[in-house]
């Protein structure tokens, strides 16, 4: 969070106010921790109904191949990233890394194969680094343009379909990570069934426009209630979803973020376009003998919820510590405080007890699977 005087506004700032959204500064905008309902409520209600983010503090990028291919386009991509662009086909959706020449991540995104260009949505804090990094890598194959026009709107939970659907009915038969352009209110609109919450749920880039009446619409299901990020980032976090800065970033590799899966085999040690990424030496040596360090869930043993920067040890007396939380706080679908972070590889199983250091006290935790919920996402 930041006090930045001059905050930058979505196109739903003011109707987030009206909503009685207390507003922060975040990634330098005005954006609603949390509307009256609180934090807690706000959260269950996602996990139960459906709840309403204004995300549109989010990068959204064109990259239009000069050649008109997109295959071009998603070659020069693969330059940036360690993902098999050149694979997706049209219509669907992938999970990305920027990483630099060390193997660190500059940021995680979501780009979508459109058929004739790629559509890339990028982190809020990281969005202008990230813009400037595309037009450097890849401005001799494609446009890269930055979409300043229009709002970005998550729609998270088990009424997400129902609530959406009636406004656009054909986006009912969307599965998990599909991506089409949707006519809603008169507008086109590009939607993908995906999200940040651990629910099924779906992502809406509308013109700026038509923003507000499409929240307004949305709102007047009483299944959808309006959530802030407070909701956001314990839903997040429930779901074992990294955030950039805190859970991932320059220091943190693929591996060591266990985002393995991120990366295709096409891109590793003996594939087609093995290589050719930043960093490539690094993340691809680490994949044949593991990382020194990797981030695994952390189950507190009490009620109190051990937050980011919480130093981890292996018992109750030992100086050196083995591990640092990076994301914690209250998980309320699990009624208990939950977290996650590093730990040396050697004792990254699930079950291994450790002590984390609060206000000078060492409490207890387990090493977790995660995520800490079972993801709802409709395959």
């Given at each position: 969070?930041?006090?930045t ?11 987030n106010?009206?909503?009685g ?11 609603p ?5 609180g ?25 239009r191949?000069?050649?008109g291919?997109v ?23 992938r ?11 500059l940021d ?20 202008e ?20 026009d229009?709002a ?6 088990p009424a997400?379909?129902s ?9 009912a038969?969307?599965?998990?990570m ?11 609109c ?15 880039s509308?013109?700026e ?27 997040r ?8 800065g ?7 590799t ?5 985002l ?6 096409v891109?590793r040690?003996?594939?087609?376009r ?15 003998r ?13 009620r109190?919820?051990i ?20 994301s ?11 977290a996650?972070?590093?730990?040396a590889?050697s004792?990254a ?27 709802g996402?409709?395959?």
């Amino acid at each position: 969070m930041d006090d930045t005087a001059d905050l930058k506004k979505t196109p739903l700032t003011a109707l987030n106010i009206e909503l009685g959204g207390k507003m922060v500064g975040f990634a330098g905008y005005e954006m609603p921790v949390q509307f009256p309902e609180g934090v807690m409520k706000e959260h269950l209600h996602t996990r139960a109904k459906a709840g309403l983010f204004d995300v549109s503090h989010m990068g959204q990028v064109i990259l239009r191949p000069k050649s008109g291919k997109v295959e071009d386009a998603a070659l020069a991509l693969e330059r940036l990233v360690p993902v098999d662009v050149l694979g997706l086909k049209p219509g669907r959706q992938r999970y990305g890394l920027f990483t630099d020449a060390q193997g660190g991540i500059l940021d995680d995104l979501m780009f979508a194969n459109r058929g004739d260009h790629l559509f890339v949505v990028v982190n809020a804090g990281c969005k202008e680094q990230d813009v400037a990094l595309m037009r450097a890598g890849l401005s001799d194959v494609c446009e890269v343009i930055e979409l300043t026009d229009r709002a970005l709107v998550a729609l998270q939970g088990p009424a997400a379909e129902s609530a959406l659907a009636a406004l656009a009915p054909e986006v009912a038969s969307m599965a998990f990570m599909d991506v089409r352009e949707v006519q809603i209110l008169g507008a086109p609109c590009i939607v993908s069934r995906s999200g940040y919450s651990g629910e099924d749920g779906y992502e809406v880039s509308v013109p700026e426009g038509k923003a507000v009446e499409f929240v307004r619409t949305l709102l007047s299901n009483p299944d959808v209630h309006p959530i802030g990020l407070g909701a956001r980032d314990s839903l997040r976090l429930e779901a074992g979803l990294c955030l950039y800065g805190n859970d991932i970033d320059t220091g943190t590799t693929p591996v060591a973020a266990a985002l393995e899966w991120a990366v295709q085999k096409v891109r590793r040690t003996g594939g087609a376009r093995a290589g050719g990424f930043p960093g490539a030496d690094v993340i691809l040596a680490e994949f044949e003998r593991g990382a020194s360090r990797r981030r695994v869930g952390i189950a507190p043993e009490g009620r109190a919820p051990i937050r980011g920067g919480a130093e981890l040890f292996l018992d109750e007396t030992s100086d050196a510590p083995v591990g640092r939380i990076t994301s914690g706080g209250f998980g309320p679908t699990l009624n208990a405080p939950v977290a996650m972070g590093y730990v040396a590889t050697s004792i990254a199983q699930p079950g291994t007890r450790l002590f984390a250091e609060l206000r000078g006290k060492r409490l207890p935790v387990t090493v977790a699977t995660l995520p800490f919920i079972t993801p709802g996402y409709k395959r």
